[in-house]
């Protein structure tokens, strides 16, 4: 009887032993396809494996399609490929929020540990998309978010608890993280051309490094009116004409507050350090763009009275000394630009508006000239509403 039992034992730890050695061959036959199935995907091109992912994507198969990036990222980070990381690391997050329960707020925490991970020049563009999928979210959910209060002892991981100023500073301190390495500003953005797009040719000059394109995707944000919070009783104002001054003497002012939160500040600060990084540049029109940029900043956020001469002042000089540049046009547009706004307030009977009368016959003639110094064809002037 003993045998017995001791022969149903012996049987019972073969067949676990067997069954256990067939689950170790199964799960090794499946580690082996699926180590083919990456070497397969290892010498696939990038183009190759972007062209299943779009065919998949428009016959309406995310699931197919993440599949495939989840390769494409596995490759890109072997190969240390910065450019398809960032590419794979957004298709990612955008399939992941599509498919998943509560999907874009555990794409953006999970976009947060890839960026804990990054490395340079990966985590600062990394940083800078975050920072934009934190705006993203509060944007979208603000309807909710905004009758919360500031979450305290909450679980800070969990953003369906956030309140406005938590997705605000979050926000700000990702766009000044991204731009807080010194080394973005030698990286050339043509190296990461296969993921940008400009809107033409002249794009590249305007936007020639990495920190170019970090540092105007942060001031875009903080010159956003619609970010502002309750603003404290020493907030930061723009309400010196200095500010309207060209753009060397503009980078040299100390522009202090004691408005530490405020973003019309960070943004004059940034606005500073990009003037300062083109002033010397043999081609002029990234200075030239970011100044314009710069005044109608100021222009419109202005608190105080004759922005329009302060503002019509330092155009005219700007188009003087960049007469021979072709973005001069884009100046005198704006100067024609300021005459059309004016003209409407031309009153015969008021002799304080009687200069206004000859107002568009002036814009006219400042697109004319523009048109001639620059060669182009014509010059698009739109009232500012």
Same mark, same amino acid.
């Given at each position: 009887?003993?045998?017995?039992?001791?022969?149903?034992?012996?049987?019972?730890?073969?067949?676990?032993?067997?069954?256990?050695?067939?689950?170790?061959?199964?799960?090794?036959?499946?580690?082996?396809?699926?180590?083919?199935s990456m070497l397969k995907f290892m010498n696939d091109t990038y183009p190759e494996?972007?062209?299943?992912?779009?065919?998949?994507?428009?016959?309406?198969?995310?699931?197919?399609?993440?599949?495939?990036?989840?390769?494409?990222?596995?490759?890109?980070?072997?190969?240390?490929?910065?450019?398809?990381?960032?590419?794979?690391?957004?298709?990612?997050?955008?399939?992941?929020?599509?498919?998943?329960?509560?999907?874009?707020?555990?794409?953006?925490?999970?976009?947060?540990?890839?960026?804990?991970?990054?490395?340079?020049?990966?985590?600062?563009?990394?940083?800078?998309?975050?920072?934009?999928?934190?705006?993203?979210?509060?944007?979208?959910?603000?309807?909710?978010?905004?009758?919360?209060?500031?979450?305290?002892?909450?679980?800070?991981?969990?953003?369906?608890?956030?309140?406005?100023?938590?997705?605000?500073?979050?926000?700000?301190?990702?766009?000044?993280?991204?731009?807080?390495?010194?080394?973005?500003?030698?990286?050339?953005?043509?190296?990461?051309?296969?993921?940008?797009?400009?809107?033409?040719?002249?794009?590249? @000059? *305007?936007?020639?490094? =990495? +920190?170019?394109?970090? %540092?105007?995707?942060?001031?875009?944000?903080?010159?956003?009116?619609?970010? $502002?919070?309750?603003?404290?009783?020493?907030?930061?104002?723009?309400?010196?004409?200095?500010?309207?001054?060209?753009?060397?003497?503009?980078?040299?002012?100390?522009?202090?507050?004691?408005?530490?939160?405020?973003?019309?500040?960070?943004?004059?600060?940034?606005?500073?350090?990009?003037?300062?990084?083109?002033?010397?540049?043999?081609?002029?029109?990234?200075?030239?763009?970011?100044?314009?940029?710069?005044?109608?900043?100021?222009?419109?956020?202005?608190?105080?009275?004759?922005?329009?001469?302060?503002?019509?002042?330092?155009?005219?000089?700007?188009?003087?000394?960049?007469?021979?540049?072709?973005?001069?046009?884009?100046?005198? @547009? *704006?100067?024609?630009? =300021? +005459?059309?706004?004016? %003209?409407?307030?031309?009153?015969?009977?008021?002799?304080?508006?009687?200069? $206004?009368?000859?107002?568009?016959?002036?814009?006219?003639?400042?697109?004319?000239?523009?048109?001639?110094?620059?060669?182009?064809?014509?010059?698009?002037v739109s009232v500012k509403r």
């Amino acid at each position: 009887m003993m045998n017995n039992k001791r022969n149903i034992l012996t049987i019972a730890f073969v067949a676990i032993t067997l069954l256990g050695f067939s689950i170790t061959l199964s799960s090794y036959k499946t580690y082996q396809n699926k180590q083919k199935s990456m070497l397969k995907f290892m010498n696939d091109t990038y183009p190759e494996l972007w062209a299943k992912v779009d065919s998949l994507d428009r016959i309406g198969q995310p699931k197919s399609a993440l599949e495939i990036v989840d390769k494409i990222y596995e490759k890109a980070t072997k190969e240390e490929n910065p450019t398809q990381i960032i590419k794979a690391t957004f298709y990612m997050n955008r399939y992941n929020a599509m498919l998943e329960e509560d999907g874009l707020a555990k794409a953006i925490n999970r976009m947060s540990e890839q960026v804990e991970k990054a490395s340079f020049p990966v985590k600062p563009i990394l940083q800078s998309m975050l920072a934009e999928a934190y705006h993203g979210y509060f944007t979208n959910q603000q309807w909710k978010i905004r009758n919360r209060s500031t979450t305290v002892n909450f679980d800070k991981t969990d953003i369906q608890t956030w309140s406005e100023k938590d997705f605000v500073d979050k926000t700000i301190e990702l766009y000044l993280a991204s731009l807080s390495d010194e080394r973005i500003k030698q990286v050339k953005l043509t190296d990461f051309s296969e993921i940008l797009y400009y809107a033409d040719r002249d794009g590249i @000059a *305007l936007r020639s490094t =990495l +920190y170019d394109f970090l %540092a105007h995707r942060a001031v875009d944000y903080f010159a956003n009116e619609q970010t $502002y919070l309750t603003q404290p009783a020493y907030q930061f104002t723009i309400d010196k004409s200095e500010y309207f001054a060209e753009a060397e003497a503009f980078s040299k002012l100390k522009i202090e507050t004691k408005d530490t939160e405020s973003l019309k500040h960070k943004a004059m600060l940034l606005y500073q350090d990009l003037i300062k990084m083109h002033l010397n540049d043999a081609d002029k029109s990234a200075l030239i763009d970011v100044d314009l940029k710069r005044l109608s900043f100021v222009y419109n956020n202005y608190n105080g009275v004759g922005k329009n001469n302060f503002y019509e002042a330092t155009l005219q000089n700007m188009q003087k000394r960049y007469l021979d540049n072709p973005m001069s046009a884009e100046i005198a @547009a *704006l100067i024609a630009n =300021l +005459y059309i706004q004016d %003209a409407p307030k031309f009153n015969h009977n008021i002799s304080d508006a009687k200069d $206004y009368k000859w107002h568009f016959k002036t814009a006219h003639a400042i697109a004319t000239d523009a048109i001639k110094n620059t060669q182009i064809q014509s010059v698009q002037v739109s009232v500012k509403r």
